[in-house]
């Protein structure tokens, strides 16, 4: 703090750093700053407002997640009924739609704007202005206007008040500044309408998360998102990872804009996350050429879509089209074709993962869904077949969402789908690989095996071990590890590092030159940091997050391993189930005897603090498209270790774009902006030489 600054005035000037950063972070997905530097700064603020709870603000962002947990949402009515939307399925019900829009705006030249259509929740958020704050008195925010309260969007009429959750949600402004409001020339109050959505990565880690605590998974982003925005108390939603993109400007219940395009420009000026992806069209040909465009890229988007959403530009038509039923005559959804179709389940069949989790698999007669053949979909768990009614024989509804593994969603025989010879599954009493004995303990959905020696267990823990998220040992897929295994040269994972070059240049499609490499980079993730470490021992219901944490709170294994069940609940996301699988991982005799040999091998047992270089210090890198070897988390940590920063889009102060195949917009705005664009081998010459 500087010696002029008062205590009000320097939280004051965090806030508003903080609030622009977080803009730059979660709004237009290009931090300027570290997530070590942007850290630094909310600690100081929460330093000071802890010293000062006078000075604590309800819009400072260090207030996203406060209260306590409610009892039930109260009932609000909308400003103006939130509608949804008629579908069209083809070009031929598209244009019909154009037509009567045209017909009765009495105009044969409509613009129409184009959106995409995200697969999330509707939600209103209403923003009311605040005053200048009484000079001296800088605990109140400055004039602006704040968020004020936020509804689901129920039946349309009248929805349930969720504010407290939604201020979880980082894209999603506390307050806008009044410059901000003057930049948009906007002035409150005034509503946002707009989407939660659950982004593919955190749906997925979710989940995961999810089945590794035993509990149900969610069947795709949308319900989770909703989940996440219904739950009583904040701190869960907080941990859900949403994000909102606004696409309605409202001011009094009617739109505030003379275009639907305007009112995005200004939702984007004052500070709201507002999807880029959009266009103006003049006819429909081109809403048609805007469509294929989004459904083509629909796979490779970070969040799910389910189609286009077609806006009649000009809001002064909006009330001369008015509405039918629930929905407006002004818009319209084309819907992409569900990723789903029928087939036959020909088997079930049982997979034994590391944990000694028996997972049902269905074995499926391939089928095209969307791009992808599809021969299996899993089944989870014994419930899920139970509350499925699936046998082998019948005809089963398959769905490509947003998980990795297609799902069965429902059994669909039919007059045109006669189940085939069906019977009914049952779980195996005995493990299909070892014959140990299956368990379900009570309480929960998974059926286990017990042997501890269970041959799948060791392999599925050795190629968890290995892989790209955990120790990231190139070369060491599924069949490097079944000879290792059939040979008997690993028992376990700590065996890995004891492997010698001729043990490896026996083995088969394995020549000096592989040998060579695998022992390589065996060495390699020796240095890899603790919470790898943590997550490769494979411990239940530790994921990659949870290690992460594990490894931050108390920076170093022996720490970890002393920690009694109270001390490991004090970490973040650890509740007393998963305390108390860590407990029993390192009560047991083989697994602190495996953890003293991986120690003796050399790998990581303390601090996450991370050996940075310098030779990239002060520059900063935009990765964009597919690099040649490296994937992007590899790319950025090997700049990051040099002491670089990777930030998400380019701009003048960007030193390089490091581009692969298939780079898009990034690459663009680079030429544009004269920022040097440099190649993987570029990259990889100035890691190893300097600049
Ligand atoms: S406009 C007329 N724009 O789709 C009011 N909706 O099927 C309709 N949705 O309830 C809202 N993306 O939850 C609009 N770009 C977008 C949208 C969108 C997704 C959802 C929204 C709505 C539903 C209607």
Redesign the pocket.
């Known amino acids: 703090m500087s010696s002029h600054s008062t205590p009000a005035r320097r939280a004051e000037e965090l806030r508003e750093e903080i609030r622009r950063h977080e803009h730059l972070y979660y709004v237009l997905d290009s931090p300027e700053l570290t997530d070590g530097e942007f850290d630094a700064l909310v600690n100081e603020l929460k330093a000071i407002e802890r010293e000062h709870p006078e000075l604590v603000t309800e819009d400072s962002p260090t207030q996203r997640v406060g209260g306590t947990p409610r009892e039930g949402f109260v009932k609000v009515d909308h400003s103006s009924q939130m509608?949804?939307?008629d579908n069209v399925y083809n070009l031929g019900e598209l244009r019909d739609w154009a037509r009567r829009a045209a017909e009765l705006a009495g105009s044969a030249e409509i613009e129409y704007e184009c959106?995409?259509?995200?697969d999330?929740?509707?939600m209103a958020l209403h923003y009311e202005p605040v005053e200048h704050a009484p000079s001296g008195n800088a605990a109140l925010p400055a004039a602006g206007a704040r968020f004020a309260r936020g509804i689901t969007?129920g039946d349309g009429q009248i929805g349930e008040d969720v504010t407290a959750n939604l201020r979880t949600i980082k894209s999603i402004p506390l307050t806008v500044s009044a410059a901000a409001l003057k930049a948009a020339k906007l002035t409150a109050p005034f509503e946002v309408r707009g989407?939660v959505l659950m982004p593919t990565k955190s749906f997925q880690g979710m989940n995961e998360q999810r089945e590794e605590q035993g509990l149900a998974r969610f069947a795709n982003p949308r319900n989770a998102a909703a989940g996440a925005v219904r739950v009583l108390e904040p701190n869960v939603t907080a941990q859900r990872r949403l994000d909102f993109y606004s696409?309605?400007l409202l001011q009094n219940g009617a739109p505030a804009r003379d275009t639907q395009w305007n009112a995005l420009e200004t939702l984007s000026a004052a500070g709201f996350k507002v999807n880029p992806n959009r266009r103006v069209v003049g006819t429909i040909d081109e809403v048609w050429q805007f469509i294929e465009e989004t459904e083509a890229r629909r796979d490779s988007l970070p969040y799910e879509i389910d189609g286009v959403?077609i806006k009649v530009n000009a809001t002064e038509l909006w009330r001369r089209l008015g509405f039918t039923g629930k929905a407006?005559r002004w818009?319209t959804?084309y819907k992409f074709a569900a990723r789903a179709a029928t087939t036959l389940v020909e088997d079930i069949l049982i997979q034994v993962g590391r944990t000694g989790k028996l997972t049902p698999v269905a074995a499926l007669r391939p089928v095209p869904i969307g791009g992808t053949t599809v021969s299996r979909a899993t089944l989870h768990n014994y419930d899920e077949i139970e509350r499925l009614s699936v046998r082998v024989g019948d005809w089963v509804l398959v769905e490509r969402g947003g998980d990795v593994i297609p799902k069965v969603v429902r059994v669909a025989n039919d007059a045109a789908h006669q189940p085939v010879e069906p019977r009914p599954f049952h779980m195996p009493t005995v493990c299909p690989e070892c014959g140990g004995h299956v368990v379900r303990a009570e309480g929960e959905v998974n059926h286990y095996c017990v042997n501890a020696a269970c041959p799948a267990k060791l392999r599925e823990s050795l190629q968890h071990f290995a892989s790209r998220r955990v120790m990231n040992i190139e070369g060491m897929g599924e069949a490097l590890v079944d000879q290792l295994l059939s040979r008997g040269l690993v028992k376990d994972v700590a065996g890995i590092y004891s492997l010698k070059f001729e043990d490896l240049v026996e083995l088969e499609r394995m020549g000096k030159k592989s040998a060579e490499n695998v022992l390589a980079e065996i060495e390699a993730s020796k240095k890899l940091p603790l919470e790898r470490v943590i997550f490769g021992l494979g411990i239940r219901m530790v994921g990659e997050r949870t290690a992460e944490f594990l490894a931050e709170h108390f920076g170093s294994m022996d720490a970890l391993m002393a920690a009694s069940e109270e001390e490991l609940i004090a970490v973040n996301e650890v509740g007393p189930r998963i305390a108390r699988s860590i407990r029993e991982f390192f009560a047991e005799e083989k697994n602190l005897d495996l953890i003293a040999r991986l120690q003796r091998a050399g790998l990581t047992f303390t601090g996450i603090k991370k050996e940075r270089g310098t030779q990239f210090a002060g520059l900063t890198f935009v990765l964009t498209g597919t690099l040649p070897t490296y994937s992007r988390d590899e790319a950025k940590q090997k700049i990051e270790d040099a002491g670089g920063k990777v930030v998400g889009s380019v701009s003048k102060k960007t030193s390089f774009v490091v581009a692969g195949e298939e780079a898009g917009s990034k690459l663009d705005k680079a030429t544009q902006l004269g920022v040097k664009v440099i190649d993987e081998a570029e990259l990889l010459r100035m890691l190893r030489e300097g600049m």
């Open positions: 509608l949804s939307l959106e995409f259509k995200l999330g929740l509707s969007r989407e696409y309605f959403v407006p818009a959804a």
